[in-house]
C-alpha cells in the first residue's frame, strides 16, 4: 500500500497543475497547527521537516483516492479500496482538516463538494435518502455572514470547520438542534419492535438519513414510528465503533448523538424478529448476511453505552403515552391477533358477508310471503 500511496500522491501533484514545491510550502505552513491535533509527545519522533513531510504525502493520498473514489478510476483492487476507505474512518487514522485544506488547490471550493460527496457515499444508508451534508452547513454560514452574529452559540459551533473526515461524517449524521434541551428521556420498560408492532406501533423511514431524525405521529388506536434508514454492512460496526470513540473524546461534541442512537436501536433490536420488521419497512437494508447477524451487530455495540438522556425524549415520551392508553393497547392487540394476515381479513368479510346474507334470506322468509299475499 506504501507504493500505491507514492503514486497516488504523485498523482494529485500532477492534477493539481500546482508546483510540488508551492504544494509543499502551503503544507509547511500549517505543521505547527498540525502538530497540535495530536497527543502531546505523540509526535516528538519526527523532526518537523519529517512531520511536514508525512502529512504532505499522506494528505496528497487521500485527496487521490476521493478523487478516484468519485470517478472511479483507481488501479488498486477492489478489496484494498474496502480497507482503505473504512481505515480512512479510523479515529487512529485521522489526518487533521487543515492538512488535506492546505492541498485542495487550485479550487478549493470544488476539492470541498467532492469531500463531503466521498464522506456522504461512505455513509451506510438508503441511496433513496439524500440529504443535504457538512458542506451545506460551511456554505450556508458563508452566504449568510451578515447574519451569523445574532446565531445562537450553539449554531455557530454546529457549522465550525471539522478537524478530520471522521468528524465529517459524525456531522451529516447528528443534528445538534434535535435535541430537546428540557426533556429527559426515560423508558419505564424495553420494548422491541415486534412488542410495539402488537401495541398498534407502525414503523417508517424518515425522509433524511440522520441519526437524530427519529419522530413518533399519534393517531387514534395506532401510531407511527420514524426511524432514519440505514445500510447494514461489513463497514457499519467499524463505522460507528469509531463513531462512538470519537463522541468520547474531550474536543468532540457533547451531543452523544451516535451513542444515543446505537442505544435506541438497541431497545428495538432484540431478535432477528425485530430486524425483520424494520427491514420490511424500509428502515434497515441488510446486506450484512441473516437478519440474526443484524440483531447481534447492534446488541454488540450498545452494550455498555449511555445515552443521552435528553436525546429522543420526546419521541420517547409519546411511546410510553400511548403504550399506557389501555384503550389503544387493546384495540391494537385485537386487530393484531385477528386480523394480523390478509387472509383473516378476508376471512372477516367472507364471514360478515355470509351473515349479510343470512338475514336478507331470513327476511325474506318471514315477510316475502306476507307481501305476497
Same mark, same amino acid.
Given at each position: 500500500?506504501?507504493?500505491?500511496?507514492?503514486?497516488?500522491?504523485?498523482?494529485?501533484?500532477?492534477?493539481?497543475?500546482?508546483?510540488?514545491?508551492?504544494?509543499? #510550502?502551503?503544507?509547511?505552513?500549517?505543521?505547527?497547527?498540525?502538530?497540535?491535533?495530536?497527543?502531546?509527545?505523540?509526535?516528538?519522533?519526527?523532526?518537523?521537516?519529517?512531520? &511536514?513531510?508525512?502529512?504532505? +504525502?499522506?494528505?496528497?493520498?487521500?485527496?487521490?483516492?476521493?478523487?478516484?473514489?468519485?470517478?472511479?478510476?483507481?488501479?488498486?483492487?477492489?478489496?484494498?479500496?474496502?480497507?482503505?476507505?473504512?481505515?480512512?474512518?479510523?479515529?487512529?487514522?485521522?489526518?487533521?482538516?487543515?492538512?488535506?485544506?492546505?492541498?485542495? +488547490?487550485?479550487?478549493?471550493? %470544488?476539492?470541498?463538494?467532492?469531500?463531503?460527496?466521498?464522506?456522504?457515499? %461512505?455513509?451506510?444508508?438508503?441511496?433513496?435518502?439524500?440529504?443535504?451534508?457538512?458542506?451545506?452547513?460551511?456554505?450556508?454560514?458563508?452566504?449568510?455572514?451578515?447574519?451569523?452574529?445574532?446565531?445562537?452559540?450553539?449554531?455557530?459551533?454546529?457549522?465550525?470547520?471539522?478537524?478530520?473526515?471522521?468528524? @465529517?461524517?459524525?456531522?451529516? +449524521?447528528?443534528?445538534?438542534?434535535?435535541? #430537546?434541551?428540557? /426533556?429527559?428521556?426515560?423508558?419505564?420498560?424495553?420494548?422491541? &419492535?415486534?412488542?410495539?408492532? &402488537?401495541?398498534?406501533?407502525?414503523?417508517?423511514?424518515?425522509?433524511?438519513?440522520?441519526?437524530?431524525?427519529?419522530? !413518533?405521529?399519534?393517531?387514534?388506536?395506532?401510531?407511527?414510528?420514524?426511524?432514519?434508514?440505514?445500510?447494514?454492512?461489513?463497514? %457499519?460496526?467499524?463505522?460507528?465503533?469509531?463513531?462512538?470513540?470519537?463522541?468520547?473524546?474531550?474536543?468532540?461534541?457533547? #451531543?452523544?448523538?451516535?451513542?444515543?442512537?446505537?442505544?435506541?436501536?438497541?431497545?428495538?433490536?432484540?431478535?432477528?424478529?425485530?430486524?425483520?420488521?424494520?427491514? /420490511?419497512?424500509?428502515?434497515?437494508?441488510?446486506?450484512?448476511?441473516?437478519?440474526?447477524?443484524?440483531?447481534?451487530?447492534?446488541?454488540?455495540?450498545?452494550?455498555?453505552?449511555?445515552?443521552?438522556?435528553?436525546?429522543?425524549?420526546?419521541? @420517547?415520551?409519546? @411511546?410510553?403515552?400511548?403504550?399506557?392508553?389501555?384503550?389503544? @393497547?387493546?384495540?391494537?392487540?385485537?386487530?393484531?391477533?385477528?386480523?394480523?394476515?390478509?387472509?383473516?381479513? +378476508?376471512?372477516?368479510?367472507?364471514?360478515? !358477508? &355470509?351473515?349479510?346474507?343470512?338475514?336478507?334470506?331470513?327476511?325474506?322468509?318471514?315477510?316475502?310471503?306476507?307481501?305476497?299475499?
Amino acid at each position: 500500500m506504501e507504493d500505491h500511496k507514492m503514486t497516488m500522491a504523485r498523482q494529485h501533484v500532477t492534477d493539481s497543475e500546482v508546483a510540488i514545491q508551492t504544494l509543499y #510550502d502551503k503544507v509547511v505552513a500549517v505543521t505547527e497547527d498540525a502538530r497540535k491535533c495530536y497527543i502531546e509527545g505523540s509526535t516528538s519522533k519526527w523532526d518537523d521537516r519529517q512531520f &511536514a513531510q508525512m502529512m504532505f +504525502l499522506d494528505g496528497c493520498f487521500v485527496l487521490r483516492f476521493i478523487c478516484c473514489s468519485l470517478d472511479k478510476e483507481t488501479r488498486i483492487k477492489s478489496h484494498n479500496i474496502a480497507f482503505v476507505r473504512r481505515d480512512l474512518f479510523l479515529l487512529e487514522n485521522q489526518l487533521p482538516f487543515l492538512v488535506l485544506e492546505a492541498l485542495m +488547490l487550485p479550487d478549493r471550493n %470544488t476539492w470541498l463538494e467532492n469531500v463531503n460527496r466521498f464522506v456522504e457515499n %461512505t455513509r451506510a444508508r438508503s441511496p433513496r435518502h439524500q440529504e443535504g451534508g457538512w458542506l451545506d452547513g460551511i456554505m450556508k454560514n458563508f452566504f449568510n455572514h451578515r447574519d451569523r452574529k445574532d446565531r445562537p452559540k450553539e449554531t455557530k459551533q454546529q457549522q465550525q470547520q471539522p478537524v478530520h473526515l471522521l468528524g @465529517i461524517l459524525h456531522g451529516q +449524521l447528528i443534528d445538534r438542534s434535535a435535541h #430537546d434541551p428540557l /426533556s429527559i428521556s426515560e423508558w419505564s420498560s424495553y420494548r422491541s &419492535a415486534i412488542e410495539l408492532k &402488537a401495541a398498534g406501533i407502525h414503523f417508517k423511514p424518515s425522509k433524511t438519513s440522520r441519526c437524530m431524525d427519529v419522530s !413518533f405521529e399519534p393517531a387514534m388506536s395506532f401510531g407511527t414510528l420514524r426511524l432514519p434508514p440505514i445500510m447494514v454492512d461489513d463497514s %457499519t460496526k467499524s463505522m460507528f465503533l469509531n463513531l462512538v470513540a470519537y463522541e468520547c473524546c474531550p474536543d468532540a461534541p457533547d #451531543d452523544f448523538g451516535v451513542t444515543s442512537y446505537l442505544c435506541f436501536m438497541d431497545v428495538l433490536i432484540d431478535h432477528a424478529e425485530d430486524v425483520k420488521e424494520l427491514r /420490511s419497512n424500509g428502515i434497515l437494508l441488510n446486506f450484512l448476511g441473516s437478519d440474526k447477524e443484524v440483531a447481534n451487530l447492534f446488541n454488540e455495540i450498545a452494550r455498555d453505552l449511555v445515552p443521552n438522556p435528553r436525546a429522543h425524549a420526546e419521541v @420517547i415520551g409519546e @411511546i410510553e403515552r400511548h403504550y399506557n392508553n389501555k384503550v389503544k @393497547i387493546w384495540i391494537a392487540e385485537w386487530l393484531h391477533t385477528h386480523f394480523s394476515t390478509p387472509w383473516t381479513f +378476508l376471512a372477516f368479510l367472507g364471514a360478515i !358477508f &355470509a351473515l349479510a346474507l343470512t338475514c336478507f334470506q331470513t327476511y325474506l322468509e318471514a315477510y316475502g310471503d306476507k307481501k305476497l299475499n
